[in-house]
């Protein structure tokens, strides 16, 4: 089976490639090289808003797995018009290129963003989606169109929503880097972890090694064609105990320290990861203070 990754050089993309070695023939597209060894030779430098750049990228390909995006909820509210360039017409033009080339199945990787503020938690796959940010509105289209790409052509169509992933990859430099990558390279200069507000808000984050993982597992599942999957852990982490975490792996005597809460804030995410769990039979198996570990590292 021929697998194209778009975004293979990005932090989720790369472990995704790396996941199928030496299963699949594995192709990449991306707009920048790859920093990754795994990724350095198999991603050839392409935008999926280019129409000639798509085609080539899906010509012979069995499976695609639509990572690429823009990623930043604050860039997304700068400049919404790229944000909705690369998420809404970029995946509508991979799709579209996909479908025309045969492709088998598409399996588009969106965002727990689209939910917003969650009603009650766990977060079930038929809670409503009402994002709240410019990000989660274009990742919600993208979802939209790929499921309906999934109604008017032969091409089956898969989508998944991860929750709030992290690994070694993340840029630290980044402004845009999550809570997990800021408050561990906090730790490893000698400062404390900054929590914005009481650090009582909840989260589920799950290293990108098992989004990989179970994005292999939606690549030739059975039965799952026009579904949506929630990815997490399937736990809930206090800000706070994370902070606590991070600090407790990094052996250093510090107390996290607080600042004010961000605006718009969301209190508590959970992902309900039972569909997984029955149709994939998929399980995270890296637990978050082993990850930790390995950022510290």
């Known amino acids: 089976m021929k697998v194209l990754v778009t975004g293979s050089s990005g932090q989720l993309g790369s472990y995704i ?15 920048a090289p790859s920093r990754h060894a795994s990724t350095k030779d198999l991603t050839a430098l392409g935008d999926i808003r280019d129409a000639g750049d798509a085609s080539r990228a899906v010509s012979g390909v069995d499976v695609v797995v639509h990572c690429a995006a823009q990623v930043s909820v ?64 274009s990742k919600l289209a993208g979802e939209k169109f790929t499921l309906a790409f999934g109604h008017t052509t032969p091409m089956e169509v898969v989508v998944m929503r991860p ?8 840029d630290p430099k980044s402004p845009y880097s999550g809570v997990i990558t800021k408050f561990v390279e ?6 404390p972890p900054m929590i914005e507000g009481d650090g009582q808000q909840t989260r589920d984050f799950i290293h990108a090694r098992d989004v990989a993982a179970m994005t292999v597992l939606l690549l030739a599942a059975e039965g799952v064609s026009g579904k949506v999957f929630n990815c997490g852990s399937g736990q809930s ?31 508590h995410s959970l992902a309900d990861v039972s569909s997984a769990r029955d149709a994939l039979r998929f399980s995270p198996k890296v637990s978050l203070s082993e990850g930790i570990s390995e950022l510290l590292r």
């Open 237 to 267: 982490t206090s800000i706070l105990e994370l902070a606590r975490t991070a600090i407790s792996a990094s052996g250093r005597n510090l107390k996290p320290a607080f600042t004010t809460p961000r605006k718009g804030d969301i209190r």
């Open 17 to 31: 490639c790396e996941s199928m070695a030496g299963e699949y023939e594995v192709s990449g597209l991306d707009i």
């Open 163 to 170: 929750f709030n992933f992290y690994s070694s990859r993340a």
């Open 186 to 191: 906090r730790v490893r200069m000698g400062e």
């Open 74 to 137: 604050e860039r997304s509210t700068e400049d919404p018009a790229t944000d909705a360039h690369t998420n809404v017409l970029g995946t509508v033009n991979m799709l579209h290129a996909s479908a025309r080339s045969g492709v088998k199945r598409f399996v588009y990787i969106s965002s727990a963003a689209v939910y917003g503020n969650p009603r009650s938690v766990p977060i079930s796959e038929d809670h409503p989606t009402e994002p709240m940010s410019n990000y989660g509105a």
